[in-house]
Structures are given as structure tokens and as C-alpha cells.
């Protein structure tokens, strides 16, 4: 959950760790850390993960408010010798809001370019258009029980590509019926993959996935992964 100074705080200041401070083509980066994927259909594989500093929203379930303030400039060389000293074949940039830096885009095509299955989680409040079309994003759609359905770039919708998959965090039931309009009025289910996750601890999974039953959703229920592992421990 997140503070009241932290939820207060104007565009201006969610935005301040990156304007005007990066030097270059540099990427101001939170964390970078192996673990196993939590989420969407890459589930269970081991994964590098890129998390970047800084979001423009503040969703009512957030836990990565860490990654709003706190990071470390470095190049996309650098960057990319870090993932690959790894060894493992996949790799999510993530955040935070990894688009609201430029040089994500950049970095996107270099890790794409060494051969790596290459995944972008972000938070569908800024276009997906310039992103390169090898990458797989996993876009959110924040509903209104996030406190940020105003932010959606709902053109996004309408230009995803094969290897995307669309994902859902719901907080209660009214979310459900929220995603269920969406997926309709987009044509999500033929377009792409659709993901409904429970937001941790406010509703039960069991009871999502009853309502996924009875309603013959063509939609997949995902437990976070990392968090049935390690709780909420950051860096995992
Ligand atoms: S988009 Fe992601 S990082 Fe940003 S506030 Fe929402 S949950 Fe947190």
C-alpha cells in the first residue's frame, strides 16, 4: 500500500528522478536481479529481470513503490552486459514505468538483438507504439478499483502484436465485470492472451476463479508466482 505523500505527490515529482538528469542515452535503473517469472504465460521460467526508476501512476495495490524514487544511471551497454553475464535466455524490462524513459526503447532492441526472448511489463499508461515489435508486452489495463482507469492509453488495444498478452489486476468483483466489457469491446480473447490476477490480498483467487468458470472465459487466471514463493521480499 501506498502513503499518503507518496499517492499526493504532483506529475512533476513522480517524474523528477528522470527529467532532465540522464545523461546520453542512459537508463536510470532500479534494480537488476534474476528470479523466476511470476507472471504471464512465461510463468515458472527462470528470468532476468530490469527494473527501471520511476511511474507516473500510483495504483491502490502497488508494491513496487521502492522503484518510484531510488536508482542508479547507467549505459545500455552496461545494461546489457549485466543481463547476459547472467546466462539465462530471458529477460523482462520492468519498473516502475520502464517507458517513461526513452532509452527503454533503445535498450528493448539492443537485448532483442542478442537473441534473448525479451518481455516488457507496462503499466498501459503510455504508448506501446515505438516499441519494437520482437518484444512481448505484457500490457496492463488499470481498472478502477487501481485508482488509475483514467490513465489507460486505450489505443494500445488496438495495436497489439502476436507474442502480447494483456493482463488484469482486479481488486473486487465490480473490476471483474470491468475487464470482462473490455475484452469484449476490444475483441481481446481473439486478439491476444488475457491474464485476470487477483491484487494481493484483496480478493480471493478461488473466487475469481469460479466466476472465470461459470462465465466459460476464455481468459487465464495467474497466481504471482514470486510472491507464493517469497511473500513481498523485494529483489525476488
Ligand atoms: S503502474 Fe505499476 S509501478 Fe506504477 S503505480 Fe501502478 S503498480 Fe506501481
Partial sequence: ???????????????????????????????????????????????????????HLRCTYCDTASAFFKGTEKSLEEVVKQ????????????????????????LLRLLADNNLTVLLETSGGVSIKNVDKRIKVILDVK??????????????????????????VLTCLDD???????????????????????????IEHSILAEKMVIDCLPARLQIQLHKVLWGNEPGK
Fill in 1 to 55: 500500500m501506498l502513503n499518503n505523500d507518496v499517492i499526493n505527490q504532483n506529475m512533476h515529482e513522480r517524474l523528477s528522478p528522470i527529467k532532465n538528469k540522464l545523461s546520453n542515452n542512459n537508463l536510470l535503473v532500479h534494480e537488476i536481479y534474476a528470479s523466476v517469472q511470476g507472471e504471464s504465460s512465461y510463468m515458472g521460467y527462470p528470468c532476468v529481470f530490469v527494473r527501471t526508476t520511476a511511474c
Fill in 83 to 106: 543481463v547476459l553475464a547472467y546466462g539465462i535466455d530471458l529477460v523482462e524490462l520492468t519498473g516502475g514505468e520502464p517507458l517513461l524513459q526513452e532509452a527503454s526503447f533503445t
Fill in 143 to 168: 481498472t478502477p478499483g487501481s485508482g488509475q482507469v483514467h490513465k489507460n492509453v486505450w489505443h494500445n488495444l488496438n495495436i497489439l502484436w502476436p507474442g502480447c498478452e494483456v493482463k488484469f
Fill in 176 to 202: 471483474y465485470e470491468f475487464a470482462k466489457e473490455i475484452c469484449v469491446k476490444y475483441d481481446l480473447y481473439n486478439k491476444t492472451k488475457v491474464l485476470f490476477s487477483a491484487a494481493y490480498g484483496q
